[in-house]
């Protein structure tokens, strides 16, 4: 049995939806199909998710939000005409936006929680119709009654263990089961969404509960590239990944694949398959466990910016026990997640995502360094980029390192950090934002 995951673009309009249907039944195996809400059907089209945050937030600041409900309800409209299916279900569309406007006015967050994940519950609806138009036996199966439970944290739910038991009872169910992606349900009842591209994390806890042999995750690209290739053009597409530099790469920017998503098949070992929707027939990029390396011990090259980096220092800071516990003790009271902290005898790095120092925390937090750590100097440095060379082949391989720092320094890049964590799977580097492009290029040179 194979889960097939369907990105926002594969079920933007109803040439997508003959796509994905054909797809679906063209293999008897692909009996769980999880939808995204409709994507963009050109470039400067808005996404469905987009459009209901946009409703939600008009709806809380009591504004005119008939407008955009007309909006939400003609793209679900283009979808029915074109599919000519029964017009019914668009007046069940609009009866339950409504009742969530009505329901939760009051109520912003779960508002906004609840329309978001209308944008997928209402396209698993029109999915399951037409299959069953085509003549298939297919459902449309609700996260609650999948058992999909969560965490009660808005837009950002995390699963709950006994899901799986529950999702392993839908193998039972006869037909094609179609489940929206993007939300589950926490204990109390209420809808609670994942992490915005949440459904590849649907897909990969139903492929997880089901124990699927195969998780296909259906996009608009043939494969997943070695790199951005809005910086590098044309460059080389991946056959196979392994897990962990997967979860490298999409940690540092690759969007392909969500990277909250991984967990749940690498627990169990199911095989993931990037594949195009708009192109079944191209092979796609394989995630496993283990892969041959010997041919190239680097699989990608991965970028991200909007970080920045506490840089404190302190004579004797290597004598002082327990400083780093209290620094990284400073950031937890702030609800403050670190990325990586490199560090010398006497001086230590916290690199953070930079938009968590906004407004006063900044202040509170070099305030209390200063005060409680008594530190020599504390700076902030902004504008930093982290750029990740990963592949499984570099721990046996000599060189890979030499090759990345001849490269930057051809390019003319300071290397502002370098960490290499125990499992020699990534190497990490630091540079200034506006360097990053250039410095991407100068490894994809040396390593691909
Ligand atoms: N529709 C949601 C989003 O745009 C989730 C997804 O497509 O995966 O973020």
């Known amino acids: 049995m194979k889960v097939a995951k369907f990105g926002g673009s594969s079920v933007a309009n109803a040439q997508q939806f ?9 293999d008897d195996a692909r009996k769980f199909v999880v939808v995204s809400a409709p994507g963009k059907r050109c470039k400067d089209d808005t996404k469905m998710t987009d459009l209901l945050i946009t409703l939600a937030k008009k709806v809380i600041e009591h ?32 009866a339950s936006l409504q009742q969530m406007i009505d329901t939760y006015r009051d109520q912003p967050e779960r508002l906004l929680d609840a329309l978001k994940a209308s944008g997928e519950d209402n396209n698993a609806k029109l999915m399951a119709h037409y299959l069953r138009q085509l003549g298939y036996e297919a459902h449309y199966v609700n996260p609650k009654d999948a058992g999909i439970f969560v965490t009660d944290e808005p837009g950002n739910a995390q699963i709950l263990p006994e899901s799986y038991e529950q999702l392993a009872k839908l193998k039972e169910r006869s037909g094609i089961l179609v489940i929206p992606g993007f939300f589950g349900y926490s204990r109390s009842g209420h809808i609670v969404t994942f992490p915005r591209g949440g459904s590849d994390i649907t897909g990969s806890i139903v492929a997880a509960g089901v124990g699927a042999e195969l998780y296909e995750n259906f996009t608009d690209v043939d494969s997943i590239y070695c790199v951005n290739p809005s910086i590098v053009e044309h460059p080389c597409q991946l056959r196979e990944l392994t897990y962990r530099e997967m979860r490298e790469l999409s940690y540092a920017g690759f969007s392909v694949f969500h990277d909250e998503a ?25 995630i496993v466990a283990t892969r041959d390396h010997r041919e190239r011990p680097v699989a990608g090259i991965a970028s991200d910016t909007g970080f920045c980096s506490i840089n404190v220092s302190k004579y004797l800071m290597n004598r002082e026990i327990g400083f780093g516990r209290r620094l990284l003790q400073i950031l937890e009271d702030e609800g403050i997640s670190y990325e990586h ?10 690199i953070l995502r930079e938009e968590q120092l906004a407004g006063d925390v900044e202040r509170r937090v070099l305030e209390r360094i200063v005060k409680e750590l008594r530190v020599d100097e504390v700076s902030i440095e902004r504008d930093l980029a982290l750029i990740m060379v990963v592949g499984e082949g570099m721990e046996r391989s000599v060189g890979i390192a030499a090759k990345a720092t ?36 100068a490894l994809y040179e040396v390593y691909f």
């Open 262 to 286: 991984l967990e749940p098949v690498y627990r169990r070992g199911i095989p993931v398959c990037v594949k195009n929707t708009n192109n079944p027939e191209a092979p796609g990029t394989m």
């Open 18 to 26: 003959q796509k994905v249907a054909n797809i679906v039944t063209a």
């Open 341 to 350: 902290t490199p560090s010398g005898i006497d001086n230590m790095s916290v």
């Open 63 to 94: 504004d005119i939000y008939e407008g955009v409900l007309a909006q939400v309800v003609a793209r679900y409209d283009e979808i029915v005409t074109d599919l000519h299916l029964s017009r019914d279900i668009l007046d069940v569309i609009s």
């Open 406 to 441: 001849a490269a930057f320094a051809r390019a003319n890049v300071n290397i502002e950090m370098i960490n290499q964590g125990s499992s020699e799977v990534s190497m990490m580097f630091g540079v200034k934002a506006d360097a990053v492009e250039k410095a991407v290029r």
